[in-house]
């Protein structure tokens, strides 16, 4: 374990993690800005105008309003500037860091490979999330910063690690119910088997706890009511359009979705310039599969073991049972609801698949050139990033049709020029969202005169 954590073996993890944060702040202009991004942005700029917090966020696809906690987040960058790529870099940056240094506080806590993390964030779907201006890809860094948070207690028995993964499991199904495939298991470990600890640092946790009530207060007051209203018959009907409960039931092996990006340019634009890589990069990142499942399979295999054998758990082992726990319940959700296997509806659990290809990356870097899996897979997952930069940057979202933060900016600027308070428009785009237009022109008043 000690060799593992040399001072200049994770320097280079360090840096490595540093220079994964790159693509995140490349051309923030060209992210997408079409339905939840204006909406949710324009709810903060009345929430300030208004001079109150925000009560809640967007409603999700079974008419249940998520949490306030990322309306007010935008709130507090909203006094900082308007300018909506600058928003971009500080949300991006933030959230991206927050991600990377939980992945090292995790690797550090059970001796795993650290330079294994920077792989793990720099795949194309991780640094556009980390980028978006929505509401549920805050659940990336919280859920990260949770189970890191829980492995440090785990071995340090430090109150602070126990109140920021208390406070974060706590938040995170209230910014989307996705969340409680990472938030369930970790409090119900917490409330199981470490109560005495919980008991002693009470009054710690009941500031946390008192602080997030004051944030949430007006929205857990609603939100039962909407609960009894609607869940029952979101449950029957299920996600519209969604798959088969059975095969829904299968996400926890599908996390590869979110953490691979193989077909991120695909159903975006046209082909990158240099097909042969492009290829050579999609069956490199698609290797996190393999590793997912081989994580999987080595986890169950020594939690089975230590609880026949009667072995005490050691903490990594701990943590295994709790991200099994979360996979479990995650199968549980996604079958219930009939929720699609889409990289976005693994938010919540990014930090468990993630985790189960750092114990097979670990378990294969003892043989040798055992870690060459995991290399090709953060390099093919690097050149899917760069690569599609590139392109979105030259020619947007040609396929869906998407407009991009920056196009949207240049024409809100330029119809601050004229006197009209209507605008009349034949893009069909804009004629479905006209949110893209109206929360610009809220963030670029014109100038009197």
């Known amino acids: 374990m000690e060799a593992a954590f040399a001072p200049a073996r994770f320097r280079f993890a360090l840096a490595l993690a540093l220079f994964a944060l790159v693509p995140v702040v490349l051309w923030p202009?060209?992210?997408?800005?079409?339905?939840?991004?204006?909406?949710?942005?324009?709810?903060?700029?009345?929430?300030?105008?208004?001079?109150?917090?925000?009560?809640?966020?967007?409603?999700?696809?079974?008419?249940?309003?998520?949490?306030?906690?990322?309306?007010?987040?935008?709130?507090?960058?909203l006094l900082l500037t308007h300018d909506p790529r600058v928003l971009v870099l500080l949300r991006g940056l933030g959230c991206a860091a927050v991600t990377s240094g939980a992945l090292l506080w995790l690797a550090r806590s059970l001796a795993l490979p650290a330079w294994f993390a920077a792989a793990l964030v720099v795949s194309p779907h991780l640094v556009n999330y980390h980028r978006v201006l929505w509401d549920a890809n805050f659940c990336l860094p919280l859920g990260t910063l949770a189970f890191a948070a829980l492995a440090d207690f785990l071995r340090t028995a430090r109150p602070l690690s126990l109140r920021i993964c208390t406070g974060a499991s706590a938040v995170l199904p209230l910014i989307h119910p996705m969340a409680l495939a990472l938030a369930g298991p970790v409090l119900g470990w917490l409330a199981w088997r470490e109560r005495a600890a919980?008991?002693?640092?009470?009054?710690?946790?009941?500031?946390?706890?008192?602080?997030?009530?004051a944030l949430h207060a007006q929205y857990l007051w609603h939100v039962p009511g909407q609960l009894v209203a609607r869940l029952s018959g979101s449950v029957e009907k299920g996600y519209p359009g969604g798959a088969s409960r059975a095969a829904s039931a299968l996400a926890p092996l599908l996390g590869g979705r979110l953490?691979?990006?193989?077909?991120?340019?695909?159903?975006?634009?046209?082909?990158?310039?240099?097909?042969?890589?492009?290829?050579?990069?999609?069956?490199?990142?698609?290797?996190?599969?393999?590793?997912?499942?081989?994580?999987?399979?080595?986890?169950?295999?020594?939690?089975?073991?230590?609880?026949?054998?009667?072995e005490k758990f050691s903490v990594r082992e701990n943590m295994?049972?709790?991200?099994?726990?979360?996979?479990?319940?995650?199968?549980?959700?996604?079958?219930?609801?009939?929720?699609p296997a889409l990289p976005q509806y693994f938010f919540g659990?990014?930090?468990?698949?993630?985790?189960?290809?750092?114990?097979?990356?670990?378990?294969?870097?003892?043989?040798?050139?055992?870690?060459?899996?995991?290399?090709?897979?953060?390099?093919?997952?690097?050149?899917?990033?760069?690569?599609?930069?590139?392109?979105?940057?030259?020619?947007?979202?040609?396929?869906?049709?998407?407009?991009t933060l920056g196009n949207s900016s240049a024409v809100a600027r330029k119809l601050n020029l004229f006197s009209d308070t209507t605008v009349e428009t034949d893009a069909a785009v804009l004629q479905r969202n006209p949110q893209i237009l109206r929360t610009l022109r809220l963030l670029f008043p014109p100038q009197l005169g």
Request: glycine share 12%; hydrophobic share 55%; charged share 10%.
């Open 29 to 77: 202009g060209d992210v997408s800005w079409l339905i939840d991004e204006p909406r949710i942005l324009a709810a903060a700029w009345h929430a300030n105008h208004g001079g109150q917090l925000a009560d809640g966020g967007l409603y999700g696809n079974f008419g249940i309003r998520y949490g306030p906690l990322p309306t007010q987040i935008y709130q507090a960058l």
């Open 259 to 310: 953490l691979s990006g193989a077909d991120y340019l695909e159903n975006l634009a046209r082909p990158a310039p240099l097909p042969a890589l492009q290829m050579a990069a999609q069956w490199s990142a698609q290797l996190i599969y393999p590793l997912i499942w081989l994580g999987l399979a080595l986890g169950l295999w020594r939690v089975w073991r230590a609880w026949r054998t009667g």
């Open 349 to 403: 659990s990014y930090v468990l698949h993630a985790f189960m290809a750092w114990l097979a990356v670990e378990a294969l870097s003892r043989w040798r050139a055992g870690a060459l899996p995991g290399v090709l897979y953060g390099a093919g997952a690097a050149v899917l990033t760069v690569s599609a930069a590139l392109v979105l940057h030259a020619h947007g979202f040609e396929k869906p049709r998407w407009p």
């Open 198 to 213: 919980l008991w002693r640092d009470r009054r710690a946790l009941a500031v946390v706890g008192a602080g997030l009530l």
């Open 320 to 339: 295994t049972a709790v991200a099994l726990a979360g996979l479990f319940v995650q199968a549980g959700l996604s079958g219930l609801m009939r929720i």
